[in-house]
């Protein structure tokens, strides 16, 4: 997408052409969900600050809100936080 480097911000225009196709790809996946009934999670995982909210604000705007719905979740418990161990 971006032609910049891993941390260098787009001008303005470019970001907003960007935003423009996702925009459309993600009305286009809307209906072919809604055409076969499907259901779809996705799910936004990292520390706080790290733009979740303005990620998940730019998915949601442009689409319909009774096909989507945001749901924060509980920070993890220090059990959920350790790595999970193999069973043999």
Do not use: N
């Not at 925009?23 to 799910?43: G, T």
């Not at 730019?58 to 989507?68: D, L, N, Q, Y």
């Amino acid at each position: 997408m971006g032609k910049g480097r891993a941390g260098e911000k787009l001008k303005r225009k470019v970001y907003e052409k960007h935003l423009d196709k996702m925009h459309a790809e993600r009305v286009s996946l809307q209906e072919w969900v809604k055409l076969r009934e499907l259901k779809v999670c996705i799910v936004f995982e990292g520390r706080d600050g790290a733009g979740k909210d303005g990620v998940i604000k730019a998915i949601t705007e442009r689409v319909s809100p009774r096909m989507f719905r945001v749901v924060a979740l509980p920070a993890q418990t220090e059990r959920e936080k350790t790595p999970r161990r193999r069973r043999r």
